[in-house]
């Protein structure tokens, strides 16, 4: 049965892999045909393995495939407990979708093949992390995945701002990287093996004196590939690539790969006070900031990718507080809603001849009417209203935070705040796209061709229906994750008229922030009731620019170093280095010429200066003390 | 007084023969004071044990060596006199200034240790004869070696001379 | 008495043979200096080769050790050697400039 997992692993694998050696021979037809039969299988086997653990009462399965070095023992191995089985079966369900969403959007591109190639490597890429049996291989995994990041980001890379795009998300996320492997050596240091089960048992035993350390560095690496602050201005930037890719890689898996080896090292992570203090804090400012940037944003595919990072921060913030289950909870029904409005974004894209700009939009409700009402789930469910998935996530992640206590009662505050301006900014989103009036003539735009409304349709009604697998009713992903939490303490939600009274209030929030949307963007109640607010342009400013983050990273970073390393050129190298070694040269030069003339090229007096030294030689050969007696 | 005649008189006609190699005009008797010296070498290398080393000397030397450089010698014509005079400047100088400085050498050696001298080694009382067969039994043992390197070298010097005599025919032919 | 202190006296010791050597090495190295003719420079380093085959002979009959004989049929090959080569590079620089002067040879002056 353990085998099964290697076959999960290759299926994609080696479907890139023929795409690579046989692309220049396939056609659009013949690539779908591979390619969605190869998911269809990887969806099939996924199912089946997961169905194996779920009659097994997720009893994990290891299997070790080669042992790569002997002292210190580490194997290539991979690992299936609820956890994996979770982001698997996520994993290669979302990649089918997309992939039959894609084979609309992406025909008649010229590097089509090729686009697929990207994708199954990709697929196999987050399989591998996701499966991994210790640290080196999630470091492969997670290494993997970076590169497939890459080459989708930069895709069209004859754009400019694609490459430098796929370039920024490259470089961000090896600062992220560089973290995580010092995290490992740190790990390996101590503890003397990769595994993460032996890991675990020794760390209920003895824990590292340096493990807040250790945490911080891992944390590094999470924040780098979940796009947290300081590091996520790489991925509202990677929207560049097609958005099918976008959907899969930068909304629903890759990015939440931090949260889940997070939740992965979370028997660890419960110890560390520093490090859950430090991803709750920087969550919620992530969630916080992101939600204020997604406010004012006119491209259509760059408010979801800062909605992205702030329910990124949600899951951070629920795995600061201990709530685990609700972090993972909210990753499987975000990437559902989150792939739902990329693709529908997508649709939009692709019918609009490529016009990203929200307020050239408007009107669409007519024109694309399932699109319109797919998307509409899809925010409604991101608001956080019941019964739709976000609310159910969202709303334990929220009464998590509240039953800590004390200072968690402020997160929780600063939360609800950014489910608020969650809801806010999503409803202007699609009150802009379909609702509003339209600005200018849309008459070449027509309902999106059935391949993209189909998966719409299908992760719309997953986004209505997925969050019941875990409501306070029926703990459902609580059981999944139960053997993988098994030493680690959960926070549990509150009992009874609490709960009541936290769903209530983060319901309220989600409909105030519709409603705000509403009041703003279509009723215009400003100048209805002839209101000035002061600073409104500089405060839609600061919103667009991100506060300024970009601007000021770039001055200090970019620039700054850019100056000083143009200084180090001139004074150090050009002057020090150059100067030294050019100056032996020239001396050496100079020198030489000057003693050429002994060189006279007449053999005989060298002769007579061979003999001379000669004599010398053996006069100082007798004088020195010892020779003659 | 053997052994007083059998060293003198060959020594004497090794300094006469290397004094003639050195000062005649003519070429030719140049070779022949070498082919003296060389032939004498051969007789004190007799009276110091080594009869094979000796008639090799012969053969090799005074033979097939002094023939090549005879053939030279023909070749480039013996009609030719050397400039006498000395062209390079301060040369005069310089070789007297060498000779100077060898003799006191010399002098300063004979000075130290009383017109004697003293090797670091003292006279082994083991003799022997060099035979061909003494001979080769160090040559193919011990130094077997040192030996397939020189005749390497041989093989090489030989390729080089026809290489010289080959890239002169051509341009012969070219002009 | 006296008739043995007199062999004692002329008794042909490996110093006079090493002596010979030394002014036979001198000779050679004066020829060198003051010929101009590469032939009989030529000749001189064979006079200097074969001064230190007399030492080689000398020390193999004062040490008792047959090496020093094996040492001069090296010799003797690199003089042949050289005298191959020496002798085919005289015989083209005489073709070229119709002399065998070494101090035309002076191309490789700095």
Redesign the interface.
Known sequence: MEILILGVLLIPFLTSLLLKVAGKYMNELLTNFVTLNASLLSVAVSFFLFGYIFLDKFKPLNFELFEWFPEPQIVFEFYLDGLSGVMMVLISTLSLVIQLFSTSYMSNDEKYTKYFEYFNFFVFSMLLLVLSGNFLVMFFGWELVGLSSYLLISFWSEKKSASKAGNKAFILNRIGDFGFLIGLMMILNYFETFNFLSIFENTLKTRPENLDLMILFLLLGAFGKSAQFPLFSWLPDAMEGPTPASALIHAATMVTAGVFMLVRISPILQFSEIGSITIISLGLLTALISAFAAINQDDIKKVLAYSTISQLGFMFIAIGAGAYVAAIFHLVTHAFFKALLFLGAGAVIHEMHHEQNIYKMGGLRKKMPVTAAMMGIGTLAISGIPPLAGFWSKDEILASVFSRGGIYYGFWALSLLAALMTAFYMGRHWLLIFVKEPSNELDSVNEAPKNMTRPLILLGLFSIFIGFINTPFFHGLEKVLHETLYNVEVTHLPKGITLAVLAFLSIGAGFTGLALAYLIYIFDIFSYFKIKIPFLKQFKKLSKDVLYLNKIGNLIFVKGLKSLSRKVAVSVDGMTIDGFINGVAKSFLKSSRQ??????????SY??YF?LFMLVLIFVFLLSPGVLS | ?T??L??AIP?LF??LG??I??FAKN?VH??MG?VL??TS?AI??IS???T??AM??ML??AG??MT??LF??M??GVD?P??SKE??KG?KLL?SG??IL?VSVVVFIGLENGLN?N?L?P??????E?TPS??AS??FTS?VF?FEV??I??I???T??LA??Y??RKRENND | MSLEKERIM???????????SA??F????????????A??????I??ML?AV??TF??A????????G??A???V??????????G??????I??KQE?????M??????
Request: proline share 1%; aromatic share 10%; hydrophobic share 60%.
């Open positions: 003693i050429s003339f002994s060189q006279t090229g007449l053999v005989r002769v007579v003999g | 007084m052994d007083l059998l060293f020594g090794i300094i290397a004094l190699v050195i070429p140049n070779a070498l010296t060389l070498l004190l290398y110091l044990n080594a094979f080393v090799v000397q090799v030397y097939a060596v090549l450089f030279v010698i070749m480039i030719k050397e400039q062209e390079i040369q070789i060498t000779l060898l001298w090797l080694f006279q082994s009382q083991n003799t022997f060099g003494l001979l160090a040559m130094w040192p020189i005749s070298l041989l090489v010097a030989t080089a001379a010289l005599a890239e002169f | 002329i008794e042909v010791t490996s110093d006079w043979y090493l002596t010979l002014i036979l001198s000779i050679g190295f004066l020829g060198m200096m003051i010929r101009k003719n032939l009989i420079m030529f000749m001189c064979e006079l074969n085959n007399l002979i000398t193999s009959n004062h040490l008792g050790l047959v090496d004989q094996i001069v049929f090296f003797l090959v690199v003089a042949a050697a050289e005298v191959v080569v002798l085919a590079i005289i015989v083209s005489f073709k002399s065998a002067s070494v101090d040879l002076s191309s490789s002056k700095g």
